[in-house]
């Protein structure tokens, strides 16, 4: 179960919030406060997971009170829920290590979002062993689909991006030759990795002809469009 403390000088709203928590499956909360000095006394003796952070309180700015927990060596993880939308807010909101920041107000739904994508960040963070790029992406709260994620079977996520990379690196394409030699793979293997990706609208083919008249398929990564003004 992940401890959740409330921290909102609104008694009403801080109500609802903990109502909100306890519908979350997985969740519960373990205390309130209603200022800065309640929190300062409150966390140290619940040492909860999670805080839910409101910023304007009566005694401290929300940011100042972080700062003052990441000082006492409190670690815990802090979703910040206010009204305040100055880019420099959400900035320094970041820069204190802020999991989420969400602007108030929201609906059940929208909170309830928001923390199972925290579970599933903070059970990625408790594996043992990262597996692959998927499970740090997962840590940072990106949970899109990723083209080297879906790989069919029998293809490496490392071999993938090596490929890829190649392919970056190139001004003008590479063959499956090329791109075999470059990556360290069999030119079968390499052109399986091309064919995919090719599939997968990343990668397009060029075809260019020798002096015998046999064209060479080369591949390149498709470039960015400039969307424009």
């Given at each position: 179960?992940i401890?959740?403390?409330?921290?909102?000088?609104?008694?009403r709203?801080?109500?609802?919030h903990?109502?909100?928590?306890?519908?979350?499956?997985?969740?519960?909360?373990?205390?309130?406060?209603?200022?800065?000095?309640?929190?300062?006394?409150?966390?140290?003796?619940?040492?909860?997971?999670?805080?839910?952070?409101?910023?304007?309180?009566p005694?401290?700015?929300?940011?100042?009170?972080?700062?003052?927990?990441?000082?006492?060596?409190?670690l815990?993880?802090?979703?910040?829920?206010?009204?305040?939308?100055?880019?420099?807010?959400?900035?320094?909101?970041v820069q204190?290590?802020?999991?989420d920041?969400?602007?108030?107000?929201?609906?059940?739904?929208?909170?309830?979002?928001?923390?199972?994508?925290?579970?599933s960040?903070?059970?990625?963070?408790?594996s043992?062993?990262?597996?692959?790029?998927?499970?740090?992406?997962?840590?940072?709260?990106?949970?899109?689909?990723?083209?080297l994620?879906?790989?069919?079977?029998?293809m490496?996520?490392?071999?993938?991006?090596?490929?890829?990379s190649?392919?970056?690196?190139s001004?003008?394409?590479?063959?499956?030759?090329?791109?075999a030699?470059?990556?360290?793979?069999s030119?079968?293997?390499?052109?399986?990795?091309?064919?995919?990706?090719?599939?997968?609208?990343?990668?397009?083919?060029?075809?260019?002809?020798?002096?015998?008249?046999r064209?060479?398929?080369?591949?390149?990564?498709?470039?960015a469009?400039?969307?424009?003004?």
């Amino acid at each position: 179960m992940i401890s959740v403390v409330v921290i909102d000088d609104d008694f009403r709203v801080a109500r609802i919030h903990s109502v909100f928590i306890s519908r979350v499956d997985g969740f519960e909360v373990a205390g309130v406060a209603h200022s800065g000095a309640d929190a300062l006394a409150l966390i140290p003796a619940v040492e909860p997971d999670l805080i839910l952070l409101d910023l304007y309180l009566p005694d401290v700015f929300g940011l100042d009170l972080l700062n003052q927990l990441r000082v006492k060596g409190l670690l815990c993880d802090v979703i910040v829920i206010s009204a305040a939308n100055e880019s420099e807010t959400v900035q320094h909101a970041v820069q204190l290590g802020v999991t989420d920041y969400l602007l108030k107000p929201f609906t059940f739904a929208v909170l309830k979002s928001r923390l199972d994508n925290y579970k599933s960040q903070r059970a990625a963070r408790h594996s043992r062993q990262l597996d692959d790029q998927a499970e740090i992406d997962r840590i940072f709260g990106r949970t899109e689909a990723s083209p080297l994620v879906s790989l069919p079977k029998g293809m490496s996520p490392e071999t993938a991006r090596l490929v890829l990379s190649e392919l970056a690196k190139s001004k003008t394409g590479l063959s499956a030759s090329e791109c075999a030699e470059l990556v360290g793979v069999s030119r079968v293997s390499a052109r399986r990795y091309l064919e995919h990706y090719t599939s997968k609208g990343m990668v397009e083919v060029r075809l260019r002809y020798g002096s015998a008249g046999r064209p060479e398929r080369r591949y390149a990564v498709v470039p960015a469009v400039d969307p424009g003004p």
